[in-house]
């Protein structure tokens, strides 16, 4: 054990302590504490939730970060880990949009419409577009199948880069994935998320963390904020406890437990928080290997009270670019060609009166280092008037009926989760099984948090998070 910490000691008798409360962490830590076992959760940020998050400005303005839209599966998931009074705040979101130089359409985004589409407009046959969901579904990581999504794309739409910008776009915006990628997680995502629609939280992202903190509490679990971990303890390869302490703090403390589940950056978790000595050489190198995903950047936009945006002419989430063709890099450009906007009614804060837009792009961490302050600034500046000029198209009188506006980049998600290069959607999918070999490297040491294509996004999170608990609580009932 590190002896160097002015440290005080804590109650030692955790079972578990889980690092971080994004909704992979919460969700472990809820199934823990329900099935009797002792669990702390330990949060960096003043606020539980990690990027499922809102922020607040003159207080009446509120913003949702990544309460963009999830596949139907989070009902199921939140009706089973967490209560019947969060599930039942899921609600479809109807209008999904696409408008790009080529085509412009309107979907629900399930099975069914996708399939009226390619065959009515993209002239498909039926009997390819059946044999291609029938594929993506029946894709399984017990194939030892290495086709790239583009190899899968070719096999049945080969020439049809509208197609493939159709199906294709939403993924990639949703999880950095590209057509490099195994089609194996395409198939997994797709499956999930473009079979029934796109769902959303009514009530906003705070509303669902304060159920979801109250729920906590009634199974037990112990909740602190601003608690960040500085390290994972190890002795003799096996965990020991956590260190907390604060940035240029001195000051710290010990919380000890056998069994630390970390919902933090698995990178982070592995080189910052416990340490490569503690693995073995061949582990690391493996580790090092994995990519990280790409960040974003936002532009979060408030709307003067009582304005209404035209719901029939914007929808719900609008897929829009300006790019000729779809293309994976282009969708990362600081030239930015493609925005993600979300557009937010009153009804989805049922009581309010205002809407907001928030504009998404993916974006490279590289892309927004080594600016002065003031360079930087006005970098955002930028970001935020492109994209109004842009927004003009679906709202023509924005500027007019704007009451806020400002962005977040990189930068901002980094500064505010701690995820190495401020990624959105932690590593690619290679971190799963990084992710799944820690307890083996160091008994113990478990990992939940957004790896990738598979286990990402808000229900990816959720269900790693089950998974995670599963796994943390066998190990318990052996010991
Ligand atoms: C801009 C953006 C838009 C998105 N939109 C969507 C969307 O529309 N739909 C969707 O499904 N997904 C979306 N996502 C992704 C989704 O939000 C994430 O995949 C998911 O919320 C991640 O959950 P997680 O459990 O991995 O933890 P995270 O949310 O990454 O949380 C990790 C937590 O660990 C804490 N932590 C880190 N280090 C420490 C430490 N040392 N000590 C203590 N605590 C620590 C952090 O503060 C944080 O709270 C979006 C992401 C971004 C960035």
């Known amino acids: 054990m590190n002896n160097s910490y002015n440290n005080n000691f804590y109650d030692n008798n955790y079972d578990v302590i889980v690092i971080g409360s994004g909704l992979g962490g919460m ?40 309460l963009h839209g999830f596949p139907v599966g989070m ?45 009515e407009r993209f002239g498909v046959a039926e009997e390819t577009v059946v044999r291609f969901f029938d594929k993506a579904r029946s894709l399984s990581h017990y194939d030892n199948d290495r086709q790239t999504v583009r190899e899968f ?37 797709f499956s999930n998320f473009m079979s029934k629609g796109v769902y959303t939280f009514r009530g906003g992202t705070d509303a669902l963390i304060d159920r979801m903190t109250t729920e906590l509490k009634k199974n037990g679990v112990e909740l602190r904020k601003s608690s960040p971990v500085h390290r994972i303890l190890v002795e003799n390869g096996q965990v020991a406890g ?37 693995f073995s ?41 300006t790019a000729t063709e779809f293309s994976s890099e282009k969708l990362l450009n600081r030239q930015i060609t493609s925005r993600t906007f979300s557009f937010y009614y009153p009804k989805t804060r049922p009581g309010t009166n205002r809407c907001y837009i928030v504009s998404s792009t993916n ?31 679906y709202v023509p009188d924005v500027r007019e009926h704007l009451d806020w506006a400002e962005a977040a980049t990189p930068n901002t998600f980094k500064r505010y989760t701690g995820h190495w290069d401020g990624s959105s959607f932690g590593t690619k999918y290679e971190g799963l ?18 790896v990738g294509i598979i286990m990402s996004g808000w229900l ?12 943390v609580d066998a190990f318990l009932l052996k010991r």
């Open 27 to 66: 969700t472990a830590a809820n199934i823990l504490g329900r099935s009797g076992h002792r669990v702390l959760l330990l949060e960096q940020h003043f606020q539980f939730g990690g990027l499922a998050a809102t922020f607040r400005r003159r207080n009446e303005i509120i913003f949702d970060v990544s």
């Open 75 to 119: 009902i199921k998931s939140c009706r089973r880990y967490w209560n019947t009074e969060i599930a039942d705040q899921i609600v479809q979101l109807p209008k999904i949009r696409f408008d790009n130089p080529q085509f412009s359409l309107e979907t629900t985004f399930d099975r069914e419409d996708f399939t009226r589409l390619l065959v």
């Open 153 to 189: 794309f070719n096999e049945f739409f080969a020439g049809r880069m509208d197609v493939v910008r159709l199906l294709m776009e939403p993924i990639t915006y949703a999880n950095g994935s590209t057509l490099d990628d195994p089609a194996l997680t395409y198939g997994i995502v």
């Open 242 to 278: 956590v260190v907390v302490q604060k940035k240029g703090e001195t000051n710290s403390c010990i919380f000890r437990s056998k069994v630390v589940l970390s919902n933090t950056n698995l990178k982070g978790t592995i080189f910052d928080l416990v340490g490569q000595d503690h």
């Open 281 to 321: 050489k061949e582990f690391i190198e493996t580790a090092k290997a994995v990519r990280l995903n790409n960040s974003s950047t936002q532009v979060y936009l408030a709307l003067k009270p009582n304005y209404l945006i035209d719901e029939n002419q914007c929808g719900d989430l609008l897929f829009s670019s």
């Open 363 to 393: 974006a490279n961490f590289a892309d927004w280092l080594g600016f002065s302050q003031e360079e930087y600034a006005k970098q955002k500046s930028q970001l935020i008037e492109q994209t109004l000029d842009h927004l003009e198209k």
């Open 433 to 450: 099984a990084v992710s799944r070999r820690l307890s083996q490297e160091i008994s113990g040491l478990f990992h939940a948090g957004s």
């Open 460 to 471: 990816g999170a959720v269900n790693y998070g089950v998974i995670a608990a599963n796994d």
